[in-house]
């Protein structure tokens, strides 16, 4: 029965017509120049010009909302569970009960020393996003507290992959609190959608003791500030003085007093000095009773004050990194003194790694590309005219990017920018198919001119099976919600867009530069 099937293509003039009007737009020698100049040089200027926002992961959020209370200075942990945790419970009751949309399946409520954390899961995973604005409505509102509730990423829990540490850096503590404050009321007052929260508090109202040497009396007793040090030590958490070993494990050796509970306390405790006998330990500092941070931060051995800043949805770490710096940057300098400084950690650093590792990947991937299709055709020109086609990948898949952006926040990712890549090896498939035709025929005696014309002819349903087969493979990606779809979103769009634009151009730039050396004779 095979015998009585028409393998005849019916649609052969549709390929003779498209053929021939390729042809004609490559006539002529100036309209070849044009083409080429216009589809390699337009396309690296509309990457420039549309490439969309940097960004370091996507979100991939869960049915998860994180949430942190940052009370202040001087609340116990009862006081955060009777006068917090149960003015959260009754708010939350109706959405728990179902009264209220969105449902919740259930939350948690921690409060330790310094804050509160807690958490909290949709009854419907779809409406995850609504619980975030509920989460931030009852846990806003706390006389000198700071709050603030996100949805769950994959890739970075709470805060996800999207949190800037603005560090604020400098020797005087209370010009970084200084400092930090003016930030900190600046975000809040010209970006309240993003989540800020400093660390430490940006209060020094954390009860301290400072010990102030004295140094007559140090000198006096046959000590010094080092040996001081040591005993102000073992006064209090301990001073390490070596290890035992029992023959089967090591053991630390920590010399400590007896514990004390108050300033008074501490300054009795006698000491046995080598040239004043046994004075007390009041008589060698001035203990002295203060107020302090909760906690030192010290970023490569300098004192800092960390923003830790959360972007809103629909804005990428780059736009976010650009905004502090233009806006918030420069109200903390103007704060700090002398040799202070701001730098940015966090996802910020992350990002800047994942670009240098992924423009490296990119060019070693290009610089395999070129000598691999050298090495098969025997041609270095060969292989860059098939490397040309690339600016017109990369712009079609920037303009995907820009009209997916039209309909759903997608930046440019660190899968987004795999996705590139990935279409250096897709889109260079047609141009191997029209190079390697067109010099198979010349090799058997045809003229460049008709080499070109068959193998455009010969290669064009081709070409258009792969294109559309590696479009609507993606097309799901890119088309379908659901969860995790935003995970490859950008890639999807990227191979899609770059596919269908080189695809389409590159019939015109290909056979324009396989025809440059041709005669100029027009064929008999």
Known sequence: WLREVNS??????????????????????GQRV??????????????????????????????????FIQPPPGVNIDHLRTEMGQVVADR???????????AIRHYFFVAYNGGVFMGARAADASRAKELVAVINQTIRGFPDSIAFASQSSLFGGSRGGRTVDMNIQGRNLDKLLDAARAGF????????????????GLELAEPELRLVPVERRIAEAGWNRDTMAQVSRALGDGLYVGDYFDGEERLDIIVRTEPWDTPEQLAAIPLATPAAGIIPFGELVDVQRTAGPDKLRRLDRRRTVTLRVTPPKGVSLEE?????????EPLVKAQL????????????????????????SFMLALVILYLLMSALFHSFRDGLLVLLVLPLAAVGGVIALRLLNLVTFQPMDLLTRIGFIILLGLVVNNAILLVYQTRQSERQGMPRRQAVEQAVRLRLRPILMTTLTSVFGMLPLLLMPGAGTELYRG?????????????????????AMLRSGESASPPA
Request: net charge negative.
């Open 185 to 200: 009321v600046a975000m809040q007052s010209q970006w309240p959608e993003a989540n800020v929260s400093p660390s430490p």
């Open 8 to 29: 005849d293509d019916p649609h052969t003039l549709w390929w003779e017509g498209i053929t021939t009007r390729i042809m004609a737009l490559t006539e002529t020698r």
């Open 320 to 328: 976010t990194i650009a905004y502090l710096k233009e806006n918030i």
């Open 337 to 360: 003194p002398e040799g202070g400084g701001v730098r940015y950690s966090g996802a910020a650093d992350k990002l800047q790694e994942a670009l240098v590792n992924i423009s490296g």
């Open 34 to 67: 044009r083409w080429i100049a216009g589809l390699v040089s337009a396309p690296l200027l509309l990457v420039l010009l549309l490439k969309p926002a940097v960004d370091y992961l996507p979100d991939g959020n869960r049915n998860l909302v994180f949430a």
């Open 92 to 102: 939350l009751a109706p959405y728990v009960s179902g009264e209220k949309q969105p």
């Open 491 to 511: 890639l999807a769009g990227v191979i899609v867009g770059g596919m269908l634009v080189s695809a389409f151009f590159t019939l015109l730039l290909l056979p």
